[in-house]
């Protein structure tokens, strides 16, 4: 069975503060992909990152960096120097690979970010 | 141009209607999805159309009817419309294992 968790229901920080939003997957498969995704106050949902199982290389965009582990099933994010516009709800994402369409989403986790 | 977008973005209706919600994407994308945001904000699939034929049903009541006349569109009809359909409902598509592009999603009350 495929699963994601999201333990931290929500994160308050203070601006300027780093902050590690955790995602742990469950899955059988040897080929899968991973995601972020960000959904700000407005509501719509922004793609923020793909990963596949094969390349366990950790990304950096800006303040935004991914840590892919398969060794502990985990696709953390972090946001170094946090800023208010940061606050959303993060969901992590996990696809099968042969073909599957079906995105299996988190529960999400809400960051808060305060001046 | 918006990628994804879904139309209407908000609807409030009495119990028991009907009502559909459309979409389209013209990024050339081969598969078309429903999801549904709950008020807890989980995202749980619906329905997935691979070139306009349906290829995930998740457990779904079947007073919800997807349908798809081309591959750049998908819409879903609602029959009967029950309190607990209140949600906010996501198209998106996607090319093959690729990201899904989300429109902006259909706010729904049924009052």
């Known amino acids: 069975a495929q699963k994601v968790t999201q333990a931290q229901t929500e994160i308050s920080v203070v601006e300027k503060e780093d902050v590690t939003l955790d995602c742990v997957y469950e899955t059988r498969d040897t080929t899968y992909y991973l995601f972020w995704y960000k959904q700000p106050p407005s509501g719509e949902l922004v793609f923020l990152i793909r990963r596949n199982s094969f390349d366990e290389q950790n990304e950096i965009s800006g303040r935004y960096s991914w840590n892919f582990q398969k060794s502990t099933s985990s696709f953390n994010f972090t946001i170094t120097a946090s800023q208010v516009v940061d606050s959303a709800v993060y969901f992590c994402a996990l696809r099968r690979g042969g073909g599957y369409n079906k995105l299996i989403f988190g529960a999400g986790t809400r960051l808060a970010v305060h001046p | 141009d918006t990628a994804v977008s879904q139309t209407p973005k908000y609807l409030v209706t009495q119990m028991g209607n009907d009502k559909s919600i459309k979409c389209e994407q013209n990024?050339?994308?081969?598969?078309m999805y429903w999801y549904k945001q709950d008020s807890k904000k989980f995202l749980k699939i619906m329905f997935s159309?691979?070139?306009?034929?349906?290829?995930i049903n998740e457990t779904v009541p079947n007073r919800f009817s997807p349908k798809s006349p081309d591959k750049a569109h998908l819409n879903l009809h609602i029959n009967s419309l029950e309190l607990g359909d209140s949600a906010v409902y996501f198209c998106?598509?996607?090319?093959?294992?690729?990201?899904?592009?989300f429109g902006e999603g259909s706010r729904l009350t049924v009052l």
């Open positions: 998106a598509s996607s090319q093959s294992t690729g990201e899904l592009f």
């Open positions: 990024l050339g994308h081969d598969t």
């Open positions: 159309y691979n070139n306009k034929e349906l290829i």
